[in-house]
């Protein structure tokens, strides 16, 4: 059974860092592209930062210059590092996937297995 679990969500104040993960069960996440996207209440979800087998990044404007995705083979995880967060980044994070393996750009579109998610709060 293909299972993503993301951690490392909490609440944090403006100007803050956090690192969230992303790990699976069920196959190896260092074939396929991962995305992370966020839903804040009220708003649908969006794209944040995926990054495709290759290991190129991509992000949405507004986080650009402050989070970095990265993967660890080693440990089969891919990492969404935050910094300067801001109240606007509140919200569950996911990762998802839609299990192509071998592709050199990543995307946010076509997903088919995800996380739970993990909480992202950020107030003073």
């Known amino acids: 059974q293909v299972q993503l679990v993301e951690s490392g969500g909490g609440l944090v104040q403006p100007g803050g860092s956090l690192r969230l993960s992303c790990a699976a069960s069920?196959?190896?996440?260092?074939?396929?592209?991962i995305a992370w996207f966020r839903q804040a209440p009220g708003n649908e979800r969006e794209g944040v930062s995926c990054?495709?087998?290759?290991?190129?990044?991509d992000y949405t404007d507004s986080v650009k210059d402050r989070f970095t995705i990265s993967r660890d083979y080693a440990n089969h995880t891919v990492y969404l590092q935050m910094t300067s967060l801001k109240p606007d980044d509140t919200g569950v994070y996911y990762c998802?996937?839609?299990?192509?393996?071998?592709?050199?750009?990543?995307?946010?579109?076509?997903?088919?297995?995800w996380g739970k998610g993990t909480l992202v709060a950020v107030s003073s």
């Open positions: 998802a996937t839609d299990l192509i393996p071998g592709t050199a750009f990543c995307s946010y579109v076509g997903m088919t297995s």
């Open positions: 990054i495709s087998t290759t290991g190129r990044p």
């Open positions: 069920g196959f190896s996440l260092d074939y396929y592209r």
